[in-house]
């Protein structure tokens, strides 16, 4: 069985400072791996998107970059956070690009920039 | 405008009564829809997938999918206390486009 796990659960930030999400996918090769942003109680917004590893496209941007360094791993990451970074950050896995394929998510990372 | 809208914003049922979402697309070239369920604190989790004109069946619940007014529909029968969550209804088309999520509907079953 697949398994995706984050990190870390849940980070309080300051403005302007750098951060690193982490997203790791257990029991799948070559998955497709996504970020996705969702502000408290509101919509999902995919930011990128991965097919292979070394290979991310932006969906939108947001300040923010993604890299996928290994098969297995997918990383969020900026420089300086904004107040407007705030919110739910999800990873997600799909077996095939396209809209047949279900995604299935992670647990999620609490972003909170104060 | 939003290309996925849903409807109601919110809802609440008694234990044991049916909910019902709804989910307007406003581009034809969506296809493919999918409902998932969020409880509070968690990643999404899909329910049913829906890509052909009609009704779908999956134990308690039910979608309908009709492409020519681009309406999707979720009905979830019998609803129970931990149906109580977020509700997304998802679009995509032919393309490898993301997924356009809709707002999400809350759904509260009260004991």
């Known amino acids: 069985a697949q398994t995706i796990h984050q990190w870390p659960v849940a980070e309080i930030k300051a403005v302007g400072s750098p951060l690193s999400l982490g997203c790791t996918i257990k029991?799948?090769?070559?998955?497709?791996l996504y970020w996705y942003w969702q502000a408290t109680g509101g919509t999902l917004q995919q930011l990128f998107y991965?097919?292979?590893?070394?290979?991310v496209e932006s969906v939108v941007q947001l300040n923010l970059s993604a890299s996928r360094p290994k098969d297995d791993q997918f990383i969020l990451s900026t420089e300086k956070l904004l107040l407007s970074h705030s919110g739910f950050y999800l990873c997600?896995?799909?077996?095939?690009?396209?809209?047949?394929?279900?995604?299935?998510f992670g647990p999620g990372t609490r972003l909170t920039v104060l | 405008q939003q290309k996925v809208q849903q409807s109601p914003e919110s809802l609440s049922v008694p234990e044991g009564g049916m909910a019902s979402f709804n989910c307007t697309s406003s581009?034809?070239?969506?296809?493919y829809f999918w409902w998932y369920r969020q409880h509070s604190g968690e990643g999404p989790k899909a329910l049913m997938s829906i890509f052909s004109d009609g009704d779908k069946k999956e134990g308690r619940f039910t979608a309908h999918l009709n492409k020519a007014s681009l309406h999707v529909s979720l009905h979830i029968r019998d609803s129970q206390p931990s149906d109580s969550a977020l509700y997304f209804c998802a679009a995509s088309d032919h393309n490898n486009n993301a997924p356009r999520f809709g707002a999400g509907t809350k759904l509260t079953v009260k004991p």
């Open positions: 991965s097919i292979t590893v070394g290979q």
């Open positions: 029991g799948k090769s070559s998955p497709n």
């Open positions: 997600a896995w799909s077996p095939g690009l396209g809209g047949r394929n279900e995604q299935y």
């Open positions: 581009d034809r070239n969506f296809q």
